[in-house]
């Protein structure tokens, strides 16, 4: 009586652990939905990198709107064509020759809130928008000449369907609400040369 009771026992500890464990949300499960995906991107908006500059070494930054019907606002905080980019951590810079990563001095930025209109930008179907991004900054290796391979990636902070005229002071102020915010952007991989 004694041994059958302690097999039901440990079958039943068994399987509500196995529930329990099933059930559970682990932290790879967060960890997955949290990062960027294909899936997760605007659709219709992509980031390219191409150098126009090698000394100081320069890439112009294009967001090109694909989409054939739909308006993009974006709003520039933390991503390419925020003039802070480059102290942000956006771009990934790898040294072509080592493999390792260029370690980038990333600072804190206040921001005066609300966002203003000049930090938004529209780009309307089948247009772009490009900045140029010089990569001067103290945190720059010396070493010249070099090859780096740059990319840029991350989240938008506010993106609105809709033109730039038609956001709202309100949907400004709540720019984490926006219907496309926290979507991931990714940069194709341009090869950077320094003179």
Request: net charge negative; no cysteine.
């Amino acid at each position: 009586m004694n041994g059958r009771t302690a097999v039901i026992a440990a079958a039943a500890v068994t399987i509500l652990g196995g529930l329990y464990f099933f059930s559970t949300p682990s932290s790879s499960s967060f960890s997955m939905s949290t990062s960027p995906s294909a899936s997760s991107e605007v659709p219709g908006l992509e980031f390219k990198l191409s150098q126009i500059s090698r000394s100081p070494p320069s890439l112009l930054v294009t967001l090109k709107n694909n989409n054939p019907e739909t308006p993009f606002t974006i709003l520039k905080w933390g991503t390419p064509l925020d003039p802070q980019a480059s102290n942000l951590g956006v771009f990934k810079l790898v040294d072509a020759e080592s493999g390792k990563e260029v370690p980038t001095d990333i600072i804190k930025i206040a921001r005066k809130m609300p966002p203003s209109r000049e930090d938004m930008v529209t780009v309307a179907p089948g247009t772009e928008e490009a900045t140029e991004v010089v990569f001067d900054k103290p945190w720059m290796p010396n070493k010249k000449p070099a090859k780096y391979k740059v990319k840029a990636e991350g989240e938008f902070m506010g993106v609105w369907d809709k033109y730039g005229g038609d956001v709202q002071e309100s949907d400004m102020e709540a720019y984490t609400d926006s219907p496309l915010s926290g979507r991931a952007f990714k940069s194709n991989e341009q090869v950077m040369l320094v003179d």
